[in-house]
């Protein structure tokens, strides 16, 4: 008898906390988008890879990741424009499929445009009631930092008020939360401007990412995500790539 409860829970609970299969669907701006369109080019390709540019994915092989998010994209905008229609179709699809389903939402860099940051987290509120509705599991994400210097090389930061808003709707709506916000400026700040600057889209563009850049913050992704949901998750471990993020090395 206990051999046999023995046995049963050492099946089980492996089972239910890290062999679920699971699915990954990306919401956000461009800052996650995956560069298909000019004034594009997030984390999203270095996180779930791409095979068009020949990204490798951060998840164990045969992971659906699907990345939704849309250049441009308030989180008002990306409901109107029918965006968020296709994200939840796309949840509904994975969770019919039997799979867990962790869904990302970072939006800052187009709200902080038109809105004080309450209004970005009323819609943040209803987004994170709306993928539990479907049975999907909401992740907050702080926006990337952009990558604009002051004189004493620290980030001259607009985002953060955006950043404490997901914060505080991560706490209220009690979700997981990846503070990319933070990483990624104490990454940039340590690496300095230059190699900072190597990893965007195009010299002058501070906000989107080259294939580099998406490479270096899809992993940061990936390690805030595995440090959220410790060892229940299909991530590929990149040892060298996580030891040049955590001691500031510039890997391009
Ligand atoms: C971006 O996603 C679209 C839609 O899934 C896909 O057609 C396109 O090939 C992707 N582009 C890159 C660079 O991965
Ligand atoms: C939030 O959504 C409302 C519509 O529900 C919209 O009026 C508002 O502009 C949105 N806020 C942002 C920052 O996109
Ligand atoms: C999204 O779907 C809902 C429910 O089907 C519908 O009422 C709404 O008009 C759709 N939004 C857009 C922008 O198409
Ligand atoms: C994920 O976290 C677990 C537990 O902390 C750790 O053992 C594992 O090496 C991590 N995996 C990756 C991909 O970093
Ligand atoms: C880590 O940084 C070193 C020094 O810049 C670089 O040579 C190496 O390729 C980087 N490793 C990875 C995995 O990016
Ligand atoms: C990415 O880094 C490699 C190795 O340093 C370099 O050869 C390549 O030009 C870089 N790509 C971009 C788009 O900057």
């Not at 990306?26 to 000019?38: F, H, I, K, Q, R």
């Not at 998840?59 to 939840?88: E, K, M, Q, R, Y």
Request: glycine share 10%; net charge negative.
């Amino acid at each position: 008898m206990m051999f046999k409860l023995t046995l049963g829970l050492s099946l089980i609970l492996p089972a239910l906390c890290q062999t679920l299969p699971t699915s990954f669907v990306l919401v956000g701006d461009s800052t996650t988008a995956n560069g298909t369109e000019p004034n594009s080019g997030g984390w999203g390709n270095g996180f779930c890879g791409s095979t068009v540019t020949g990204t490798p994915s951060s998840l164990v092989p045969g992971t659906p990741c699907i990345n939704t998010a849309h250049n441009g994209a308030t989180t008002g905008s990306f409901v109107a424009d029918g965006f968020w229609n296709i994200s939840l179709a796309t949840i509904q699809g994975e969770v019919a499929k039997g799979r867990r389903t962790l869904v990302t939402i970072q939006f800052g860099h187009n709200d902080m445009k038109i809105a004080p940051p309450e209004s970005m987290g009323a819609n943040l509120t209803a987004m994170v009631q709306q993928i539990r509705e479907l049975g999907g599991e909401p992740v907050l994400v702080t926006s990337l930092t952009r990558r604009t210097f002051d004189s004493d090389g620290k980030i001259q930061d607009a985002l953060g008020p955006w950043a404490d808003e997901t914060i505080l709707i991560s706490q209220q709506q009690n979700t997981h939360l990846l503070d990319l916000h933070a990483a990624s400026i104490t990454y940039c700040e340590e690496i300095g401007p230059d190699p900072s600057h190597r990893l965007n889209r195009t010299p002058d563009d501070n906000t989107h990412l080259n294939n580099n850049g998406t490479i270096v913050f899809g992993r940061m992704v990936a390690d805030l995500m595995n440090a959220s949901f410790p060892g229940q998750l299909p991530i590929i471990p990149n040892p060298p790539l996580t030891f040049n993020i955590t001691h500031g090395i510039p890997s391009f």
